[in-house]
């Protein structure tokens, strides 16, 4: 999933041209760009802050220089980019957006994530509002879009599949996932609810959990193909093995599920118990 860095240059070039045959097609107001956000290299991205306020992350691709800001609060992202490199000095806050070179502003919006796609992502520019969605397979189209350069694509891709290695919560289409051996502790001690969206998400799959859903819900969704309309995806996650079990009996015709099983050497960092429906059609049933 990792692309070594001397390949850069041929995926810049590889997206530029995918993006001057849009522009050429649909000039400047295209509706969407069809760009790889799979297969980023995470080596080179530098953690500038990580603390109680915000996440910082540095990147830079051919002496492109992209710096995303998660907002721990408000779970904001925002991208800022400079057509030259930035030493980290001059970045000690988030108001030091303007130091090095020419810069570009963007609020940046993950829309989806799935593990043959990647990233669904929106840059809407902040100076004139402008939008542009990228999506591999064109699953998301925008009415506004603007022209963006073939490395704000790369940059802003790396950045946020570097966030999803460092954050505990993140919105995916306006809703919160929190990592499972973030959270998962304390929904089984609080026992509000049995069931919940789940999604594997960042370069090491990790498992992240979302809103409660009912147990019909959990059911239905297990064995969907592309989900549901809330969260894309088929996988559930549930504060019990017994719990996680029944999702996956009554998903598979009330026959005798498979599990539990992990594909990992352990508990945790991305490997977790779960259920499959007797046949394996379908998701994960985690718990």
Same mark, same amino acid.
């Given at each position: 999933?990792?692309?070594?860095?001397?390949?850069?240059?041929?995926?810049?070039?590889?997206?530029?041209?995918?993006?001057?045959?849009?522009?050429?097609?649909?000039?400047?107001?295209?509706?969407?760009?069809?760009?790889?956000? /799979?297969?980023?290299?995470?080596?080179?991205?530098?953690?500038?802050?990580?603390?109680?306020?915000?996440?910082?992350?540095?990147?830079? /691709?051919?002496?492109?220089?992209?710096? #995303?800001?998660?907002?721990?609060?408000?779970?904001?992202?925002? #991208?800022?980019?400079?057509?030259?490199?930035?030493?980290?000095?001059?970045?000690?806050?988030?108001?030091?957006?303007?130091?090095?070179?020419?810069?570009?502003?963007?609020?940046?919006?993950?829309?989806?994530?799935?593990?043959?796609?990647?990233?669904?992502?929106?840059?809407?520019?902040?100076?004139?509002?402008?939008?542009?969605?990228?999506?591999?397979?064109?699953?998301?189209?925008?009415?506004?879009?603007?022209?963006?350069?073939?490395?704000? /694509?790369?940059?802003?891709?790396?950045?946020?599949?570097?966030?999803?290695?460092?954050?505990?919560?993140?919105?995916?289409?306006?809703?919160? *996932?929190?990592?499972?051996?973030?959270?998962?502790?304390?929904?089984?001690?609080?026992?509000?609810?049995?069931?919940?969206?789940?999604?594997?998400?960042?370069?090491?799959?990790? /498992?992240?959990?979302?809103?409660?859903?009912?147990?019909?819900?959990?059911?239905?969704?297990?064995?969907?193909?592309?989900?549901?309309?809330?969260?894309?995806?088929?996988?559930?996650?549930?504060?019990?093995?017994?719990?996680?079990?029944?999702?996956?009996?009554?998903?598979?015709?009330?026959?005798?599920?498979?599990?539990?099983?992990?594909?990992?050497?352990?508990?945790?960092?991305?490997?977790?118990?779960?259920?499959?429906?007797?046949?394996?059609?379908?998701?994960?049933? *985690?718990?």
């Amino acid at each position: 999933m990792i692309i070594r860095k001397n390949l850069s240059k041929i995926i810049a070039s590889f997206l530029t041209f995918i993006l001057i045959f849009v522009s050429v097609i649909h000039p400047a107001s295209a509706e969407s760009h069809n760009t790889d956000l /799979v297969n980023v290299n995470l080596q080179d991205v530098e953690i500038l802050t990580d603390n109680d306020q915000e996440i910082k992350l540095k990147t830079s /691709v051919e002496g492109f220089t992209g710096i #995303l800001v998660q907002n721990k609060e408000t779970l904001e992202i925002t #991208l800022t980019t400079y057509n030259e490199p930035v030493e980290p000095s001059n970045l000690l806050t988030t108001a030091d957006t303007k130091s090095g070179g020419s810069s570009h502003e963007y609020f940046l919006t993950l829309d989806d994530y799935s593990q043959r796609y990647g990233a669904t992502l929106t840059f809407e520019n902040e100076l004139t509002g402008e939008k542009t969605t990228v999506s591999k397979d064109y699953s998301t189209i925008k009415p506004r879009m603007v022209f963006l350069a073939p490395l704000v /694509v790369v940059v802003g891709a790396k950045l946020i599949e570097a966030l999803l290695l460092v954050s505990a919560v993140i919105l995916i289409n306006e809703i919160e *996932f929190a990592k499972t051996d973030s959270i998962a502790s304390s929904l089984r001690n609080k026992r509000e609810y049995d069931h919940y969206y789940a999604k594997i998400l960042s370069a090491d799959n990790d /498992v992240w959990i979302g809103p409660a859903i009912s147990l019909s819900q959990a059911t239905t969704r297990l064995v969907s193909f592309y989900g549901d309309a809330s969260v894309s995806g088929n996988d559930v996650w549930s504060t019990t093995l017994s719990g996680a079990a029944k999702v996956a009996q009554r998903a598979g015709g009330n026959k005798e599920p498979v599990g539990p099983e992990i594909h990992g050497m352990g508990l945790g960092f991305g490997y977790y118990y779960h259920y499959h429906t007797w046949n394996r059609v379908g998701g994960h049933s *985690f718990f």
